[in-house]
Nanobody, 116 residues
Framework: VQLVESGGGLVQSGGSLRLSCAASGFTFSSYAMSWYRQAPGKGSELVAGINSAGDITNYPASVKGRFTISRDNAKNIVYLQMNSLKPEDTAVYYC??????????WGQGTQVTVSS
């Protein structure tokens, strides 16, 4: 099982980034996918979730209207489009796959740094 995130980097405040998470080794279309982030000295925070079919999404208030999660079940990829980025969005972003509360996989993370 592998989840490989990409697309992180350094961006100015107000800018955009699109993260990708390529999945392999499991039946991607059967898993709900999420993006989490962890800033230095802080706990992990869910920033976006999408169900297995891709028709239900959820976001916390901190990113709603700025972040969009989507998935391509044919390509086994989940995306996180991040717009209007703020310095407080700076964190390591992780991709997560979960099924039936039993199968739970994580990527290695990708750094996002937003400069003011």
């Amino acid at each position: 099982v592998q989840l490989v995130e990409s697309g992180g980097g350094l961006v100015q405040s107000g800018g955009s980034l699109r993260l990708s998470c390529a999945a392999s080794g499991f039946t991607f279309s059967s898993y709900a996918m999420s993006w989490y982030r962890q800033a230095p000295g802080k706990g992990s925070e869910l920033v976006a979730g999408i169900n297995s079919a891709g028709d239900i999404t959820n976001y916390p208030a901190s990113v709603k209207g700025r972040f969009t999660i989507s998935r391509d079940n044919a390509k086994n990829i989940v995306y996180l489009q991040m717009n209007s980025l703020k310095p407080e969005d700076t964190a390591v972003y992780y991709c997560n796959a979960v099924r039936s509360f039993m199968y739970d996989y994580w990527g290695q993370g990708t750094q996002v740094t937003v400069s003011s």
